[in-house]
């Protein structure tokens, strides 16, 4: 997925996995109750720091804080800009 945003520095441009509407039993869960998701991929990056180059790339699936980064919204989606440091790892 292609985006015309490009973060600068250490920034990281994330689009958040969806969020469970329903629980294994089938109960649909409501908005309001529903777990903000910690997990998401990689969709922009910045160019890093001279002294801290970039470590995740696009397209990586990372876990980051539950209250990392500021929520934006570009061409009707959600993401997520959150700082490199902010990411506690890349899942595989």
Known sequence: MS???????????VEPT?????TASGIIIPDSAKEKPQEGT???I??????????VKVGD?????KYSG???????NDYLIVK?????GILS
């Open 3 to 13: 985006v015309n945003f490009k973060p600068l520095a250490d920034r990281v441009l």
């Open 18 to 22: 969806k969020a469970e509407t329903k």
């Open 42 to 44: 990689v969709v922009a």
């Open 46 to 55: 910045g160019n890093g720091k001279a002294d801290e180059p970039m470590t």
């Open 61 to 65: 699936k990372v876990l980051y804080g």
């Open 70 to 76: 500021s929520e934006l919204k570009l061409n009707g």
């Open 84 to 88: 490199e440091s902010d990411i506690l």
